[in-house]
């Protein structure tokens, strides 16, 4: 089966940095490909998409962390690099993953049937 695991995760000042990283296991269909995409949470709050990357080299990002964070993702791997950070950027960040012949950077969570444990992020002043 599929498994996903995230790091990188820690505490950092605001204006600070953090690169996340996340790995993707257990395809065994050359049909598909992993696509991967970034949510978090914070409690109480809802989940949202935070970066994706489509097959056709697009890259999406949620309005909130545009120009401070980059995705890129190599096959089962993605990473976030996250600058700029602020405090409202703390939260619970999670790697989500289905495989699809074509990956459409969908910021939907439902689409994802594969997700990885979380890996917090806090971001104080």
């Known amino acids: 089966q599929v498994h996903v695991v995230e790091s990188g995760g820690g505490s950092v000042q605001i204006g600070g940095s953090l690169r996340l990283s996340c790995v993707a296991s257990?395809?065994?269909?050359?049909?598909?490909?992993?696509?991967l995409t970034w949510f978090r949470q914070t409690p109480g709050g809802e989940r949202e998409g935070i970066a994706s990357t489509a097959s056709d080299g697009n890259t999406y990002y949620l309005g909130s962390v545009r120009d401070r964070f980059s995705i890129s993702q190599n096959e089962n791997m993605v990473y976030l690099q996250m600058n700029s950070l602020k405090v409202a950027d703390t939260a619970m960040y999670y790697c989500?993953?289905?495989?699809?012949?074509?990956?459409?950077?969908?910021?939907?969570?439902?689409?994802?049937?594969?997700w990885g444990q979380g890996t917090q992020v806090t971001v104080s002043s």
């Open positions: 257990g395809n065994t269909d050359s049909r598909y490909r992993y696509c």
């Open positions: 989500a993953a289905t495989l699809a012949s074509f990956c459409t950077g969908n910021f939907m969570a439902d689409r994802y049937d594969y």
